[in-house]
Nanobody
Framework: QVQLVESGGGLVQPGGSLRLSCAASGSVFGGNAMGWFRQAPGKQREFIAGFTAVGTTTYADSVKGRFIISENDAKNTMYLQMNSLKPEDTAVYYC??????????WGQGTQVTVSS
């Protein structure tokens, strides 16, 4: 059984910061590039940030320069540091494998609400 558990979300003011965590089984992280996604109510899930096959990171233009992805393979944990948050960042944030054909079941996600 594989499982993804996201945490760290909350309510913050515009310009604030949050650090999200993604805990997963070892089989999820091992040999698979991981990334973060988000989905606002009534909208499609979108890719936010992830690791490439060559060990670099890549970000969606909407979050580039504001979000930082990192991981600790020994702890089977991935993180998303979110800075300079905007109201349009409001969404449920998820983690999963980048490759579509290697995706596992989505977790419950963690809610991030940016509002003044």
């Amino acid at each position: 059984q594989v499982q993804l558990v996201e945490s760290g979300g909350g309510l913050v003011q515009p310009g604030g910061s949050l650090r999200l965590s993604c805990a997963a089984s070892g089989s999820v992280f091992g040999g698979n590039a991981m990334g973060w996604f988000r989905q606002a109510p009534g909208k499609q899930r979108e890719f936010i940030a992830g690791f490439t096959a060559v060990g670099t990171t890549t970000y969606a233009d909407s979050v580039k320069g504001r979000f930082i992805i990192s991981e600790n393979d020994a702890k089977n944990t991935m993180y998303l540091q979110m800075n300079s948050l905007k109201p349009e960042d409001t969404a449920v944030y998820y983690c999963n494998r980048i490759a579509t054909n290697r995706r596992v079941n989505w977790g419950q996600g963690t809610q991030v609400t940016v509002s003044s």
